[in-house]
């Protein structure tokens, strides 16, 4: 039989055929097994995990077959719970594949503990400034019959009294103990007089 016969015949037209199913089977087999393999195909939605502690978390994400690592952990917000998600990495609502590990930052437990700086016998403006920069809260005022008017002479905590150098929680209120400037002494020196003086 000779060539062009050949072309012509059912018999070339069948291993034409035959060659190309084979190939488009092949192409088909290796594009679904490496969907598979990839995942190419499955998107799964990222749950919001704000606010919700470690054990939720896990629990949340095993229902979505994803994973997580925790990466680092921010300043302590009072808005959220301690040792909780403050952010997420993807965020929620992005879609990723199965397995996907989801980074996260964490709340602290509480704020970080500084030390009180030595603010004694200075006026109540630089104390207050100096206080406030170093990340707390001023509280109450009271004073003491003392020389130095406004001056402060002591830190309170609670009603106790609170030594320079001592580590408190950052954002902790502390009250400062003032002096008078002996106001009190000269008035009550004034009253004396006053008494003194014979009446008539």
């Known amino acids: 039989m000779g060539f062009f016969q050949y072309i012509k015949s059912k018999e070339f037209l069948v291993t034409i055929i ?3 199913a084979i190939i ?9 097994w490496l969907n598979y393999y990839t995942h190419h195909d499955e998107k799964i939605e990222v749950p919001n995990l704000e606010k919700m502690s470690l054990f939720e978390t896990k629990r949340e994400l095993y229902k979505s077959n994803l994973t997580f690592r925790v990466i680092d952990s921010a300043s302590f917000n009072p808005d959220y719970p301690p040792k909780s998600v403050i952010e ?3 965020e929620p ?6 397995n996907r590990k989801i980074y996260l ?6 704020y970080r503990k500084i ?3 030595n603010v004694l016998d200075q006026t109540k403006r630089q104390v207050v400034t100096r206080l406030k920069s170093a990340g707390f809260r001023i ?3 009271r004073f003491i019959p003392d020389l130095g008017k406004n001056v402060v002479r002591m830190l309170e905590m609670k009603g106790e009294e609170l ?3 001592k580590k408190i929680s950052k954002n902790s209120i502390i009250d400062l103990v003032l002096g008078d400037g002996l106001e009190g002494k000269q008035r009550m020196d004034s009253i004396a007089k006053l008494d003194s003086i014979p009446n008539g």
Do not use: A, W, Y
């Open 18 to 20: 035959s060659i190309f």
């Open 24 to 32: 488009f089977l092949l192409i088909f087999g290796l594009s679904s």
């Open 88 to 90: 997420q990495n993807p």
């Open 93 to 98: 609502g992005d879609f990723v594949k199965k």
């Open 105 to 110: 930052t964490l709340n602290p437990s509480n």
């Open 115 to 117: 030390e009180v700086p």
């Open 139 to 141: 509280g109450k005022e």
């Open 163 to 165: 030594k320079p150098g």
